[in-house]
């Protein structure tokens, strides 16, 4: 399992409902074969459409 820390920000929606929204942050974990991650950071970006109330990963 992989934990990621972090936190998001966003922009304002614009006329059609859409706002996007960017995170980033540390990942840590337990298992030995993944311990190269630990400490390494993660990215996100999404679409968030307030009108539908759904999200679109990029």
């Keep these: 399992m ?10 304002a929606p614009n006329p059609r409902g859409i706002a996007k929204m960017r995170g980033k942050g540390t990942i840590a974990t337990a298992f030995e074969r993944l311990s190269d991650l630990n400490g ?9 459409n307030v009108f539908a109330d759904r999200f679109k990963w990029q």
């Design 40 to 48: 390494k950071g993660w990215t996100c970006e999404a679409d968030n």
């Design 2 to 11: 992989l934990v990621g820390t972090g936190g998001w920000t966003g922009d």
